[in-house]
């Protein structure tokens, strides 16, 4: 299974064209749900909007320079590092799933277009990453999902309570823990194999074909809110909010821990 690519075993039954499809369809599902997203929830007008306000009553003006300075920022603290989240343990699971995700993601597109047969021997390291991607989905999400999520942590909600908010992140451990089933029990020639395929397939279409309904869009509406808000900040507008104090944050108590988000 770490060696082998299991999409090139696939093959064998399922030809390449339908799994490339299959992918392609993937990719047509997000980009529209996502436009779609857009377009039912007026985020880019709302977005645009408070660009704006921000640019009219800002006290100063941001230069060009510093607006490239502050795209940097965003895109490291951000988007490579998760720094939106105060609490470790909340960053430290996102980081793991994010970037297991990325990797699985890409060495699996990679091996079904570049790999898709036996004919064309598939580099060891590609279904080594994509099992390790995998992996790392698997422990950062269910790390979220059984102890860090806040209504189960904060609220003493049940891990087990599901509502319309969870659908991206059961869907993608669906997806992942299925894929990584699947791929190992046709390593080892189990004849439930088909069963464990169809389920991966049915997860993987409600997590890519769900958008609309999901945070899945959130990932790209994040980077550009996190931009907005450091620009805010510099041109003095700060959604018309009062500059911070000069004095340290205080979260919890002598008696109780802080379970800031």
């Known amino acids: 299974m770490l060696t082998s690519n299991p999409f090139a075993e696939l093959s064998a039954s399922i030809p390449v064209i339908v799994m ?21 929830k007026k985020s880019a007008r709302y977005f645009f909007d408070n660009w704006r306000t921000a640019k009219n009553k800002g006290t100063r003006q941001v230069s060009s320079g510093e607006m490239a300075s502050l795209a940097v920022q965003t895109a490291v603290i951000e988007g490579l590092t998760s720094g939106e989240f105060c609490d470790a343990r909340r960053r430290i699971a996102h980081i793991l799933t994010m970037y297991g995700f990325l990797i699985y993601v890409v060495t699996t597109v990679v091996m079904v277009f570049w790999y898709p047969t036996a004919v064309t021997p598939t ?46 992140i059961l869907s993608l451990l669906a997806s992942v823990t299925l894929g990584l089933a699947w791929a190992y029990l046709q390593a080892m020639g189990n004849s439930w194999t088909n069963i464990f395929l169809g389920l991966y397939l049915i997860a993987t279409t409600v997590l890519f074909g769900s958008v609309s309904w999901s945070k899945f869009s959130h990932m790209f509406f994040k980077p550009a809110a996190a931009f907005q808000k450091r620009v805010e900040n510099a041109n003095g507008w700060r959604s018309n909010l009062p500059a911070p104090a000069d004095k340290p944050a205080t979260f919890g108590s002598a008696r109780r821990q802080p379970r800031h988000y």
């Open 20 to 40: 490339q499809t299959y992918i392609i369809v993937m990719i047509i599902l997000v980009a529209g749900g996502t436009l779609y997203d857009i377009i039912h």
């Open 123 to 168: 580099p060891a390291i590609l279904p080594q990453l994509w099992t390790i991607g995998g992996l790392l989905v698997c422990l950062g999400g269910y790390w979220f999902w059984f102890f860090i999520r806040v209504d189960v942590v904060a609220e003493g909600s049940s891990p087990f309570r599901v509502i319309r908010a969870d659908l991206f």
